[in-house]
């Protein structure tokens, strides 16, 4: 079965900076995708990037951007120019693109805080 | 935000009694979920469909029943709700071919 580790629960980052949150994944599938979801105080979950393990290219939205390593089986997520609203709870996600499959792993979170 | 809404958005309740939370969507997607939050366990699956009458079960849907009558409503029900169960429900759907999960608002439950 797969697996979604974050090894990070929490990390702190000054405003402006950037900081790197960790996630490995277990699978001995080639083919799947993998996401970062953000949380804010307020719960909402809001997708942040999403990577298919077909694509080479690193995916990249705005100030975040990933590091994919499939041999590694490493997904970590960057933020760029860190700001107070990106202070949440972020979650690395996988999904298989095997057909008839239709589950999502959640790791359990990083927190992070971002200071002024 | 994919047009998904839980009702009721907060609930207090006793042991032993039965609560059904609904989550509604307005996009007519074919997939949806429910997972239950709890801290220092991410988001857990409890239930999803996919399709209309067409369920399956997560990794912790003991204790919980589901049912989609209809492409937009899926219902999560719990029978006789127990303290164990006091935790906050999302629902989500995927949409289409992005693999993409979109989520509502959360419901946060409580069992007394």
């Known amino acids: 079965a797969q697996t979604v580790t974050q090894s990070q629960p929490e990390m702190s980052v000054q405003e402006a900076e950037t900081v790197t949150l960790s996630c490995t994944y277990d699978?001995?599938?080639?083919?799947?995708?993998l996401f970062w979801y953000k949380q804010p105080p307020s719960r909402q979950m809001i997708l942040v990037i999403r990577?298919?393990?077909?694509?080479?290219q690193n995916a990249t939205e705005n100030r975040f951007s990933v590091n994919f390593q499939k041999a590694a089986k490493s997904f970590s997520l960057k933020i760029s120019d860190s700001q107070l609203g990106d202070a949440a709870m972020y979650f690395c996600?996988?999904?298989?693109?095997?057909?008839?499959?239709?589950?999502?792993?959640f790791g359990t979170g990083t927190r992070l805080k971002v200071l002024a | 935000d994919a047009g998904i809404t839980q009702s009721p958005r907060h609930k207090v309740t006793e042991t032993g009694t039965p609560v059904t939370l609904r989550c509604h969507q307005t996009?007519?997607?074919?997939?949806m979920y429910w997972y239950r939050q709890d801290p220092g366990h991410g988001l857990r699956l409890i239930h999803y469909?996919?399709?209309?009458?067409?369920?399956d079960k997560g990794e912790v849907s003991d204790g919980y029943s589901v049912s989609r009558s209809k492409t937009e409503d899926f219902l999560l029900t719990l029978e006789s709700a127990t303290s164990s169960q006091t935790s906050v429900y999302f629902c989500?759907?995927?949409?289409?071919?992005?693999?993409?999960?979109?989520f509502g608002p959360g419901t946060r439950l409580t069992v007394t």
């Open positions: 989500a759907i995927r949409a289409g071919g992005t693999y993409e999960q979109y």
């Open positions: 990577q298919e393990a077909y694509k080479q």
């Open positions: 469909s996919y399709g209309v009458k067409d369920t």
């Open positions: 996009e007519n997607h074919r997939y």
């Open positions: 996600a996988y999904r298989s693109a095997v057909a008839g499959t239709y589950k999502y792993i």
């Open positions: 699978t001995s599938e080639s083919d799947y995708y």
